[in-house]
């Protein structure tokens, strides 16, 4: 699996540097939309992955490599964790650097984590259906998920960074999110292999 | 050898839509080279993602290397399969150098040292993207990438078409080369029936998703021949030994694919060539 994730590794930071740079300099950036909108876009690239695989029928190589549909698929959910996490990285560092000068305009450690669990989430829910379906059609669905995920979640990161009263709110979120989240990801795994599996050999 | 057959095909069906390979069964027999002929269309592809379990099939078995190809071992098994398709899919922005880096941590018998060998051979530009590649260069790296984790049975899928005659002729010595030492076995499908004369122990025909004949080379060349004679002539002939008649509209006579040895030597029928055979059997007139 190694082998895949370097691929997707090369691939990435050829044709999507553009793209990386944006998610450093808006997790960089003292702003909590700009911070929660970097992790949770570092979470779409195990799609242009993908994507970048169906255009040169990369796919179709691998699969007669010794890889198992298990390893082609969980290689792609590694990679969506790394990237994300990363980011979360990056903007939990510069949060605490600016916290130094000035609070209340960066992603708060909470805030960061829950984005975290929302690009993680958003990844779980739609890998599935392009693994099923092609980049081509999920993608339609996974712009649906983060217009919704962004609207309902838009007032509770602001809720979390500026309202005190939400604490009780966030100390429960800190518990169910993460497991919903872990939860969905084991999930989104086994049926994204069951899926691929189906299309790969139909 | 721990096997007799390096891939034996029995009663393979798959149903799609508008196509269906029907009850297939071929073998390629260990140490050899088995070329798989048919029109486009006529299921090549098809049998080969079969063979590397890549496609469902309906019914049938597959034994590759000695193993069932359905079986939980064969994902393991494919480090011993070197597969070049019609088209080397490496992504486009990737160099020599990288796909050799991705290569080595996917293989565990990858050599590094091989692979340059072949890239040195095939004088391969080590840092420039793959898209950049000509086709015979693109064709280059998948075959060095296929040959370099030491595979004992090679598939090639089309992989000499669109290739010029200099580079194809070089790829077929490689192949051959490969095909020499001990154990070492090639399923080749191909429109050129030129190369697959060339470099083939045995032939099958797949026309239209049924495979029409899986014979020896040497044999086929030796049962058939074909007999240059008039309509009138054509009558006596020994019913049973005309394969199939292609009728000349210019000048009334006729050609017909023959067993040689049920033909008298008077009829002077002279040996068919693995094209004329395969040609006699789809487009010439059926006799029997």
Redesign the interface.
């Given at each position: 699996m190694?082998?895949?994730i370097?691929?997707d590794f090369?691939?990435l930071t050829?044709?999507m540097r553009i793209f990386l740079i944006m998610i450093v300099i808006l997790g960089l950036m003292p702003s909590i939309n700009t911070n929660v909108f970097a992790v949770v876009y570092a979470a779409m690239l195990p799609y242009t992955a993908l994507a970048?695989?169906e255009r040169?029928?990369?796919d179709?190589?691998a699969?007669?490599?010794?890889?198992?549909v298990r390893d082609l698929v969980l290689s792609k959910y590694i990679l969506g964790w790394c990237f994300t996490a990363a980011a979360a990285l990056i903007v939990l560092a510069a949060g605490e650097v600016e916290r130094q000068f000035v609070s209340g305009i960066s992603a708060s450690p909470a805030a960061t984590g829950l984005a975290l669990c929302v690009g993680t989430l958003a990844t779980a829910l739609t890998l599935p259906l392009m693994f099923r379906f092609s980049v081509e059609r999920g993608r339609m669905f996974f712009l649906l998920l983060v217009i919704v995920l962004a609207c309902g979640s838009a007032g509770l990161f602001s809720g979390i960074a500026e309202d005190p009263a939400a604490a009780v709110l966030t100390r429960r979120l800190v518990l169910i999110l993460p497991a919903a989240t872990i939860l969905c990801s084991v999930l989104s795994v086994f049926l994204s292999i069951r899926l691929y599996q189906k299309r790969?050999?139909? | 050898m721990e096997y007799e057959n390096a891939i034996e095909v029995r009663g393979v069906s798959r149903s799609f839509r508008d196509f269906a390979l029907r009850d297939v069964t071929l073998t390629l027999p260990g140490g050899c080279i088995l070329g798989l002929v048919g029109e486009n269309g006529a299921g090549k592809s098809t049998l080969i993602r079969l063979i590397?379990n890549?496609?469902?099939r309906d019914a049938g078995t597959i034994t590759v290397l000695g193993q069932d190809n359905a079986g939980p071992a064969f994902?393991?098994?494919?480090?011993d399969?070197g597969?070049v398709?019609d088209?080397a899919?490496?992504?486009?922005?990737?160099n020599v150098r990288?796909v050799g880096?991705?290569?080595?941590?996917?293989?565990?018998q990858w050599e590094g040292d091989l692979f340059s060998s072949y890239i040195e051979r095939f004088a391969l530009p080590w840092d420039r993207p793959f898209k950049d590649f000509s086709r015979g260069m693109k064709m280059k790296l998948a075959i060095a990438a296929a040959l370099s984790h030491r595979p004992r049975l090679l598939?090639l899928d089309e992989a000499t078409s669109g290739l010029d005659p200099i580079v194809r002729d070089e790829i077929l010595d490689l192949f051959l080369e490969f095909a020499r030492e001990e154990g070492h076995s090639i399923l080749i499908s191909s429109h050129i029936l030129s190369d697959l004369e060339k470099l083939c122990d045995y032939v099958a025909f797949l026309h239209q998703g049924q495979l029409l004949f899986c014979e020896e080379k040497d044999r086929l060349l030796e049962t058939y021949g074909i007999v240059t004679c008039t309509a009138q002539q054509l009558k006596d002939l020994p019913e049973d030994a005309v394969v199939s008649v292609e009728r000349s509209s210019q000048y009334g006579g006729v050609r017909a694919l023959v067993r040689r040895n049920e033909v008298a030597a008077s009829f002077g029928a002279e040996r068919a060539t693995i094209e004329e055979i395969i040609l006699f059997q789809v487009k010439g007139e059926r006799v029997q």
């Open positions: 190694k082998g895949l370097l691929k090369y691939v050829k044709q970048y695989d040169s029928h990369w179709t190589y699969s007669m490599m010794p890889y198992t790969m050999t139909e | 590397m890549t496609l469902r994902s393991a098994l494919k480090e399969i597969v398709l088209e899919y490496f992504p486009e922005v990737l990288q880096k991705v290569l080595e941590r996917t293989y565990r598939i």
